[in-house]
């Protein structure tokens, strides 16, 4: 049972970065798969960003060219940096985990953009 704890939330006025990670509990090399999800209120959660164990990243266009996705195998965490943030963004952000196709979510972490 592997688990994901997201850190680094909180409240920024628009145009301005927060940087969210994830801890994992075992080497984040060992994820297949890991990814940063949104639930904005009143919508279903979506995809963000997702990032493979050899590093190839996948970005949803509403966020390209201001958020990057990383990973720090030896710290055991992924990291979502985000850039010229918008009211839009405003969402709990998950961090996901997949190996062997088991999937494992973390809690959430709120971010917040003010206009």
């Known amino acids: 049972q592997v688990q994901l704890v997201e850190s680094g939330g909180g409240l920024v006025q628009a145009g301005g970065s927060l940087r969210l990670s994830c801890t994992a509990s075992?080497?984040?090399?060992?994820?297949?798969?890991m990814g940063w999800y949104r639930q904005g209120p009143g919508k279903q959660r979506e995809l963000v960003a997702t990032?493979?164990?050899?590093?190839?990243?996948n970005y949803a266009d509403s966020v390209k060219g201001r958020f990057a996705i990383s990973r720090d195998n030896a710290k055991n965490t992924m990291y979502l940096q985000m850039n010229s943030l918008k009211p839009e963004d405003t969402a709990v952000y998950y961090c996901?985990?997949?190996?062997?196709?088991?999937?494992?979510w973390g809690q959430g972490t709120q971010v917040t953009v003010s206009s």
């Open positions: 075992e080497n984040v090399f060992s994820i297949d798969l």
């Open positions: 996901k985990g997949v190996i062997a196709a088991r999937h494992y």
């Open positions: 990032i493979t164990r050899d590093n190839y990243t």
